[in-house]
């Protein structure tokens, strides 16, 4: 496939991920993995963090992310001595939309939405925790850490993304 981006599987991206028994019996776990991946942690570390600080349930989805991650952010809470820090313009405490840009086109100025090719085009290098619709991931110096899908679908529009340093 022609725009497939870099892809690294989540087993070979994170620590204990293969021999992890939580992660064998876990659905919907797509934050931790993507915090475990950000922060290189291993995975049971993330798992515990997650549920601890972001309030998420074994086999449910992970709520309140974006919210979280912000207090991360303003707490200037270190985990594995990395930081949060909001990628694009903090409009409100969603940030929906945050990575928002305008485009002029025949001189229409239009607001467009970041995409995720054009975000990896945009920033090569770094540890981002992305966020899409009702789901995250990793992209860590261009390559992308997730489900395979997220490497595939390049014009998925991103809700907001984070700087992990």
Do not use: W
Request: glycine share 6%; hydrophobic share 35%; with cysteine.
């Amino acid at each position: 496939m022609k725009n497939k981006l870099p892809y690294e599987a989540t087993s070979k991206a994170i620590q204990g991920y293969s021999e992890s028994v939580i992660a064998k019996s876990e659905n919907n776990d797509c934050v931790v993995r993507a915090f475990a991946s950000a922060f290189d942690v291993p995975y049971d570390r993330a798992h515990k963090y997650v549920a601890e600080k972001f309030g998420r349930q074994p086999g449910k989805g992970t709520f309140g992310t974006v919210t979280k991650l912000l207090k991360m952010y303003d707490d200037r809470t270190t985990v594995n001595y990395k930081k949060v820090y909001p990628v694009g313009v903090r409009k409100n405490s969603i940030m929906t939309n945050s990575l928002s840009y305008n485009v002029t086109i025949k001189g229409v100025t239009k607001v467009r939405q970041m995409i995720v090719g054009t975000f990896i085009k945009q920033n090569p290098k770094g540890t981002f925790f992305v966020l899409v619709r009702q789901h995250a991931f990793t992209i860590k110096d261009g390559v992308v850490i997730g489900n395979y899908e997220d490497a595939v679908k390049t014009k998925k529009i991103m809700r907001c993304a984070f700087e992990i340093k």
